[in-house]
T-cell receptor, first 118, second 111 residues
Framework: GAGVSQTPSNKVTEKGKYVELRCDPI?????LYWYRQSLGQGPEFLIY????????DSGLPNDRFFAVRPEGSVSTLKIQRTERGDSAVYLC????????????????FGPGTRLTVL | DAKTTQPPSMDCAEGRAANLPCNHS???????VYWYRQIHSQGPQYIIH???NNETNEMASLIITEDRKSSTLILPHATLRDTAVYYC????????????FGKGTMLLVSP
């Protein structure tokens, strides 16, 4: 079956520009997560959606970062006034029930979007 | 969530068993050990998880010490496609908890 997909796979932008990154989760998964991975580091949690609502946005680094999931499926991560330090791979994951769904609730990750801010 | 310590890198010959250690000395009684791996240019992939008993699935085996302060992920017959970064993560399974990734272990499987 189809896994988590992310578009675009690569995005190059200039400092100060606005970017949107898209995530299509596995069909039927209620939970969706965004992570950011800098070079040589493990993924870092940004935000988690349960359905349409952001259940935990404690990982968003500042108010330039925002994410939506209006219909409880596709999600968009939005970054305003991009900075060179925002350059990273942005990963999306989905799971059937969410973090409170018990030990077997597995997160499935997409291939990521590599964002480069010049 | 408890923190984990893993060696930064390991080597393994193709066809041999790869044994990846993880230290989690501050693990709590309600925390599970999860293993994910990340092949180059891909997202992380779930491998296995356990609480206190040893676990085995089609990908790997997980051995957790009796005091639960450390564990070992075993790939019984490593192949070149097992070359990846392996992450050991500790998290509570009941109630809300996200995945906290460390730097993991870079496993290089060579011919």
């Amino acid at each position: 079956g189809a896994g988590v997909s992310q578009t675009p796979s690569n995005k190059v932008t200039e400092k100060g520009k606005y970017v949107e990154l898209r995530c299509d989760p596995i069909s039927g998964h209620t939970a969706l997560y965004w992570y950011r991975q800098s070079l040589g580091q493990g993924p870092e949690f940004l935000i988690y959606f349960q359905g349409t609502g952001a259940a935990d946005d404690s990982g968003l680094p500042n108010d330039r970062f925002f994410a939506v999931r209006p219909e409880g499926s596709v999600s968009t991560l939005k970054i305003q006034r991009t900075e060179r330090g925002d350059s990273a791979v942005y990963l999306c994951a989905s799971s059937l029930k969410g973090p409170s769904g018990g030990e077997t609730d597995t997160q499935y990750f997409g291939p990521g979007t590599r964002l480069t801010v010049l | 969530d408890a923190k984990t310590t893993q060696p930064p890198s390991m080597d393994c010959a193709e066809g041999r068993a790869a044994n990846l250690p993880c230290n989690h000395s501050t693990i709590s009684g309600n925390e599970y050990v999860y293993w994910y791996r990340q092949i180059h240019s891909q997202g992380p992939q779930y491998i296995i998880h356990g609480l206190k008993n040893n676990e085995t699935n089609e990908m790997a085996s997980l051995i957790i010490t009796e005091d639960r302060k450390s564990s070992t992920l075993i790939l019984p017959h490593a192949t070149l496609r097992d070359t990846a970064v392996y992450y050991c993560i500790v998290r509570v399974a009941q109630g809300y908890s996200t995945l906290t990734f460390g730097k993991g272990t870079m496993l290089l499987v060579s011919p």
